[in-house]
Every structure is written in C-alpha cells, then in structure tokens.
T-cell receptor
C-alpha cells in the first residue's frame, strides 16, 4: 500500500542531544514537508523540499536541519540549538503539479525532551 | 501576509449538522483543503476545492466557498460521535508548494 511512514512514533531526547526523525514515502511524490504541531497553534512549517537535493526553510527552521538525498526520504534532525523541541512532528508529501496536489500526511512522531 | 483563521471549538449533538468555518487572506488562485485529525494521529484529507468553484459535495460533506468574503465552510450532515476530531482548513496558492494551515477547530459530538 502507498503511503507515508514516520518513525519512531514516540521519541525521547536528553537536553543537548541531536535526534533524527525519519520520513519515507512510496507515493512517488516530488515534494515533501515537515510541520511542527503544538497545542492551540495549528501546524507550522519547518522545512520543505520540492525536488531531490533541494530544500527551503519554512517559518520556524531555526534549530532544525534536513536532507533530501533520495526522492522517497526526507529526514529531519532536531539539533541541540532548538530551544523547545517537545512537540508533535508531522511529515507530508505531495505532487508538484496537477489538480489538487493535496498533501498526504504521516502518522506523526511525538518528541519529548527529558 | 498569508493567514488562515478558524474558531477553536464547536460542540454539536449527534445527528445534527456541524458547520466549521474558515477565513483566508490570499486572493490569488488557490486550493483550499479540509483535513481531519484524530487524537495522536496524522492529518487525513477529507476534501478540497479550487477557488473557481462555489460548492463541492461528497457524501455527508459539503464545502461552500464565498470568494468575495474569502470564507470557506465545511458542513457535516448527520454528525456522528466518530466525527469528533480536530478539523484543519488549509490553503495553497497555485504554483507554490507552501500550505498554510489554520489553528484547527476541535469538534465535539455529544451523544
């Protein structure tokens, strides 16, 4: 079945550590996205990538990094520079062109700093 | 700038209709989406509409678009307890790859 897979579902990080969240899609989508969700604030865009080896900062990119070496994969690293990383992280993907180009979402990763 | 606004909460009785509202600011050609999020899960696409349409119906869901007022609504007919979730409105300007999401409306269905 086609879809987007995020792993792990739950992640715990000690302060000062970097962690990497995985996102893989087999929908042949060109574009991929990372969002952060905090209670009452909706979704905020961290980074997005339109094609392989290219990505752009979103609204809250500070303290995060990404790579897009393969079309199927768009991992997000939460670095120690991110001051308040505890949140629910959502990965999405879409086609670049065509009717709708609606974004499809993974099931999310809940990151907690301990 | 781009902005999408929604009310935070809505409570309805089972069997009634629910209407969730959204306003947006981008006047360019745009796609508008409704997503549903259940607790601890990702977002599930419910439906979408392009800005040259006024209405779209899909089973129990009806989307109405008022382009003049930049107002979008999602009507759920015969609301069930399984419809309890957070509903997000989102817009995307044609030719761009950036989706702007609202804060989400938490729908609570009372039995």
């Amino acid at each position: 079945d086609g879809g987007i897979t995020q792993s792990p579902k739950y992640l715990f990080r000690k302060e000062g550590q970097n962690v990497t969240l995985s996102c893989e899609q087999n929908l042949n989508h060109d574009a991929m996205y990372w969002y952060r969700q905090d209670p009452g604030q909706g979704l905020r865009l961290i980074y997005y990538s339109q094609i392989v080896n290219d990505f752009q900062k979103g609204d809250i990119a500070e303290g995060y990094s990404v790579s897009r070496e393969k079309k199927e994969s768009f991992p997000l690293t939460v670095t120690s520079a991110q001051k308040n990383p505890t949140a629910f992280y959502l990965c999405a993907s879409s086609f670049r062109q065509g009717t709708g180009t609606e974004a499809f979402f993974g099931q999310g990763t809940r990151l907690t700093v301990v | 700038g781009e902005d999408v606004e929604q009310s935070l909460f809505l409570s309805v009785r089972e069997g009634d209709s629910s209407v969730i509202n959204c306003t947006y600011t981008d006047s360019s050609s745009t796609y508008l989406y409704w997503y549903k999020q259940e607790p601890g899960a990702g977002l599930q696409l419910l439906t979408y509409i392009f800005s040259n349409m006024d209405m779209k119906q899909d089973q129990r869901l009806t989307v109405l678009l008022n382009k003049k007022d930049k107002h979008l609504s999602l009507r759920i007919a015969d609301t069930q307890t399984g419809d309890s979730a957070i509903y997000f409105c989102a817009e995307r300007t044609s030719g761009t790859y950036k989706y702007i999401f609202g804060t989400g409306t938490r729908l609570k269905v009372l039995a």
